[in-house]
């Protein structure tokens, strides 16, 4: 029997607060990428519903890539003593999913919980930013904005504050369904209605221009009662 969306969801934020009390200098992403799986497992998913990939792992200047998980090779990059980390976790039970996204901060080779705290005045801004994001997607929504219209309007934001969107998609989230060829995208051209499905994500993944450095979160949304909520 599957597990429903919200414990689904709890399997991946679960597993962000695991690693982050596992992520020190020396290990490699493959370690990390291993670690989020097994862990994701022992909570109760039994699949990883994008491209059978549980946890996908980025560090230093690759946090910028953007890559299909069809094309995703885990790297052998080996976490230094100040770096910045990107995980994006795929739980599955039976055909629900999770998606779930954190860029993680690494200084002085402890991670730092608290944004504010970071020394690094472009990781502090950045991961300040996609909060901002965040805030701005639930400020401006309703079931009745088109995936259109927010991709133009968070798009335009994002370039207002100084950063580019890195998706290789251009897109800013999309659909949860049943099945991964069955999501809509929070793109151009997408005039279906937010109210139209049960779920969706929202995960910008941005930086500043020329910047090796790349920002991610992802949380799902729904609405209940006309207000956006977060799984």
Same mark, same amino acid.
């Given at each position: 029997m599957s597990l429903d969306y919200s414990d689904v969801q709890k399997i991946a934020k679960e597993t962000i607060r695991f690693i982050?009390?596992?992520i020190c200098p020396g290990m490699t992403l493959k370690e990390i990428r291993a670690l989020c799986e097994d862990k994701m497992i022992d909570l109760g998913a039994d699949s990883f519903w994008y491209w059978d990939i549980g946890a996908f792992v980025f560090a230093g200047d690759e946090t910028t890539v953007s890559v299909s998980g069809r094309e995703y090779v885990t790297s052998d990059r080996v976490i230094g003593k100040d770096d910045i980390i990107t995980i994006d976790l795929s739980p599955q039970s039976g055909d629900t999913w999770g =998606?779930?996204? +954190?860029?993680i901060i690494i200084e002085n080779g402890r991670v730092v919980n608290e944004i504010e705290d970071i020394s690094n005045n472009e990781w502090r801004n950045g991961l300040l930013m996609e909060?901002?994001?965040? =805030?701005?997607?639930t400020q401006i929504v309703s079931e009745d904005m088109t995936f259109? =219209?927010?991709?133009?309007?968070? /798009? =335009?934001?994002i370039?207002?504050?100084g950063y580019i969107n890195l998706d290789f998609m251009g897109n800013l989230g999309h659909s949860i369904v049943r099945n991964k060829d069955d999501r809509i995208y929070i793109e151009k051209g997408n005039m279906a209605k937010l109210g139209d499905v049960n779920f969706f994500t929202f995960e910008p993944h941005i930086s500043i221009g020329g910047s090796k450095y790349g920002f991610k +979160?992802? /949380?799902?949304?729904?609405f209940e009662d006309g207000k956006i909520k977060e799984l």
């Open positions: 982050k009390t596992k =998606d779930y996204a +954190r860029t909060k901002k994001l965040h =805030d701005k997607m259109e =219209d927010l991709y133009y309007q968070i /798009n =335009d934001y370039k207002s504050e +979160r992802e /949380n799902i949304y729904y």
